[in-house]
């Protein structure tokens, strides 16, 4: 079983930057992927960013340039950096791992961008 709680979430406005954390109850340097996702209310929740054990990353299209993801082994905790946030970043923030072949999911954190 793996818990993930994420924080950093918060009001910004439009240009502005935050760092979302997510805590594993694990040692995360045994997770293979861990990524983080987003959902607005009424669509499907959707990958942002994710990076391997090897350190690979991955970035969707619309957050490329602007997001930082990053693992550090030693706190166990998962990292997104954002900058130039714009409305549309609105949405709560999922942390997810995928860990001996299941995924798990932290509670989410709103993050809201206003013009």
């Known amino acids: 079983q793996v818990q993930l709680v994420e924080t950093g979430g918060g009001l910004v406005q439009v240009g502005g930057s935050l760092r979302l954390s997510c805590a594993a109850s694990i040692r995360i340097s045994s997770i293979y992927v861990m990524g983080w996702y987003r959902q607005v209310p009424g669509k499907q929740r959707e990958l942002v960013a994710d990076v391997s054990s090897g350190g690979l990353r991955n970035y969707a299209d619309p957050v490329k340039g602007r997001f930082t993801i990053s693992r550090d082994n030693a706190k166990n905790t998962l990292y997104l950096q954002m900058n130039s946030l714009k409305p549309e970043d609105t949405a709560v923030y999922y942390c997810?791992?995928?860990?001996?072949?299941?995924?798990?999911w932290g509670q989410g954190t709103q993050v809201t961008v206003s013009s």
């Open positions: 997810n791992a995928a860990f001996n072949g299941w995924p798990y």
